[in-house]
């Protein structure tokens, strides 16, 4: 298994001014962020609101520069990429986006939209030959030819992800940053774009960085999964082990959070609200009810507990397992 | 069992003006509300789940109308009332709380000043003893020094915090009903646990009536005594949760529970229901659900299908009983 896209040490750190002429307060919102995404595989980035996931989006599209650390796509790095070599790399790497009303421009028809990727790129110059190739680009999403020429008001959000899907195909690209695809979607919809995002990843032999805060979605879409918290993978394994052995406490309590169909509600499991980091020790420690002294002190790093099951858990280095009560 | 009940709403219908025109989005609504139950309303968006909701307070937008039906609150019609007899219903009787729990709160005020408006605005109470209740009140749903948080500003609260900001508003008045409009939709999984068990705690001690507005099912599943599936601005199906959800008749209810994805399973492919949902107000003769159903005869696209009981359960299908 090749990685075609490595995360190595990431750190960012936006900063926020408080005043107009003030200085800022530095944010850290990732910290030693690694993480690999192998060839022809889902890689599945659970977390909640405000964890980073976002952001570690937008380092890895070349949209925001990494404070430290690297990313290589392809081989090729990209904070120290030049224009031109990113433009090259964004053929080969495409996005997603949550919001289907906010991501299509809504004066732009559907035939528009899809041939803007086109022409950036100089592809497909001949009259026919590019309509013979939007027509089926529609159809692989599941719409049909006489959608290119309308708007994207026209469309409900479901087909109008369809629209942002396909906008990303266009280039055939190998690699696909999906952020929250199916968040802002109906329910009876979501299953839809799911099976399309499932059949797609296989036919184009895609490698895809799904992001999302549904571990239910997750567990349909992908292969492996990084669970973050506050800008910190926190665990990350192949996602049957993930799901079937969960280790760190923090994905413990989002997995039992989940609710299902039959489960019944958890009784609490005497977890303390957030309380304010110290800036020290493990960013769970003030929510975590096996927190001990050296929690709040250390952070602790990544260990393979399992193989290819990787854990940040100071309980687990000390020898100790975090089995779940059965 | 027969527990009286403190809401009954009658075929209630509910019209948007558009362009001289108007779209129906809520097509005769029925159901009755028993005290200390919850009742989840669940629906897609444009399903009418939260037209209704407002129409229960009086709140609807200005281009919403209510065109027929009745809404009797401990059989008093609350559409036959005046602006100031509406003033004892809202907070006193039947409270809301809203989905975002930060956009609900104004900016501007404490915590404190908010939470103690509402007490004396009902309440013949003192400055000071307005504020001894709101620390209980803030108490009651699980803030952590209350006293001194009383005098904060929205803004220094977190998302789940401020829900609970907004119950405890919600409960200042000792409802008979809370009406929770998809609560903790704009909340993380585990703080929406959090908030979950506490209403449910607050419903079971206080004894209130739910209406929990929900597009999610397993939530759904989790609290709620009763369930009303809305499609298109009709009940599709209704029943106990325990029998909707073991034993969906509706093709709608039954097709949204098969494609929902699970932590249990991993199927190859996610049973999806084909189509997409309708345009909220479009006028449709037949079934809503038709042009999705997998089961869908002629007569479903020509003709409604009746909201047909038995016993608890509620089916608005022709062919509930066929195969």
Redesign the interface.
């Known amino acids: 298994m090749s990685a075609c896209v490595e995360i190595k040490n990431l750190y960012k750190t936006y900063h926020r001014r408080k005043w107009l002429f003030g200085a800022g307060e530095a944010v850290e919102v990732l910290k030693d962020v690694t993480l690999s995404l192998a060839e022809n595989r889902v890689l599945g980035l659970v977390g909640?609101?405000g964890c980073g996931k976002s952001t570690l989006c937008k380092v890895l599209l070349g949209i925001e520069k990494p404070t430290s650390g690297t990313v290589v796509v392809q081989g090729q790095e990209v904070a120290a990429s030049t224009p031109a070599q990113l433009k090259k790399m964004r053929r080969v790497m495409q996005v997603i986006y949550q919001d289907p009303y906010g991501s299509l421009d809504p004066r732009m028809t559907v035939r528009q939209l899809l041939s803007e990727p086109l022409d950036i790129h100089k592809l497909y110059l001949d009259k026919h030959e590019r309509n013979k190739f939007l027509e089926e680009l529609v159809q692989a999403v599941g719409l049909s030819p006489e959608h290119l020429n309308r708007y994207p008001h026209e469309f409900?959000g479901?087909?109008r992800q369809r629209i942002s899907i396909a906008r990303a195909l266009a280039l055939d690209p190998h690699i696909l940053v999906a952020d929250e695809p199916v968040s802002a979607l109906?329910?009876?919809?979501?299953?839809?774009i799911?099976?399309l995002l499932?059949d797609i990843k296989r036919t184009r032999k895609l490698s895809v960085l799904f992001v999302t805060?549904?571990?239910?979605?997750a567990?349909?879409l992908c292969d492996d999964i990084a669970v973050m918290y506050q800008g910190r993978i926190m665990e990350k394994a192949p996602a049957?082990q993930l799901?079937a052995r969960p280790m760190h406490p923090y994905t413990q309590?989002?997995?039992?959070?989940?609710?299902?169909?039959?489960?019944?509600?958890?009784?609490?499991p005497e977890?303390k609200?957030?309380g304010p980091s110290t800036g020290t020790g493990c960013p769970f420690a003030p929510r975590c009810s096996k927190a001990k002294e050296v929690c709040r002190q250390q952070i602790p790093t990544l260990v393979e507990t399992a193989p290819g099951h990787w854990c940040a858990c100071a309980c687990l280095t000390q020898g100790e397992t975090n089995d779940l009560k059965s | 069992m027969s527990i009286s009940p403190v809401l009954q709403v009658e075929d209630l219908h509910i019209d948007f003006q558009n362009d001289q025109k108007p779209l129906p989005v809520l097509r005769g609504l029925s159901y009755t509300l028993a005290a200390g139950r919850v009742l989840a309303v669940v629906g897609e968006s444009g399903s009418g789940k939260t037209v209704h909701a407002l129409s229960l307070l009086r709140l609807l937008p200005a281009a919403g109308r209510v065109s027929g039906g009745k809404i009797l609150y401990k059989g008093e019609n609350l559409l036959a009332l005046c602006e100031k007899e509406l003033r004892q219903v809202r907070g006193q009787k039947i409270a809301m709380i809203f989905q975002d729990p930060a956009a609900s709160l104004n900016p501007v005020l404490t915590v404190g000043e908010q939470l103690t408006e509402t007490l004396r605005a009902h309440r013949k109470l003192t400055k000071e003893q307005a504020r001894q209740e709101a620390v209980k009140l803030l108490e009651k749903v699980g803030i952590a020094d209350a006293e001194k948080r009383l005098d904060e500003y929205p803004f220094q609260f977190s998302g789940g915090m401020c829900q609970r900001v907004m119950i405890a508003m919600a409960l200042a008045l000792s409802p008979d009903i809370l009406i929770a409009d998809e609560p903790t939709t704009a909340l993380d999984v585990t703080i929406q646990a959090q908030i979950i068990r506490l209403i449910k705690q607050l419903q079971e001690r206080e004894k209130m009536a739910v209406i929990f507005i929900t597009h999610n099912l397993a939530l759904a599943s989790q609290v709620a005594d009763e369930v009303l599936v809305l499609y298109g601005g009709m009940c599709m199906e209704q029943a106990p949760a325990k029998e909707l959800f073991s034993q969906p008749k509706h093709p709608y209810t039954q097709g949204l529970l098969a494609s929902l994805a699970s932590l249990k399973t991993r199927p190859e492919r996610l049973p999806a229901i084909a189509g997409q949902p309708p345009v909220p107000g479009e006028i449709v003769t037949g079934c809503p659900f038709a042009p999705r159903c997998p089961r869908v005869k002629e007569k479903c696209r020509q003709s409604l299908p009746p909201l047909t009981k038995r016993g608890e359960h509620a089916v608005r299908c022709f062919w509930e009983n066929k195969p």
Not at chain 1, 186 to 192: E, I, L, P, R, Y
């Open positions: 909640e609101s409900s479901g087909q109906d329910v009876s919809v979501q299953a839809q799911l099976n499932r805060h549904d571990f239910a979605v567990r349909f049957e799901l309590t989002l997995l039992s959070a989940v609710p299902e169909v039959g489960k019944a509600l958890t009784s609490e977890e609200a957030s």
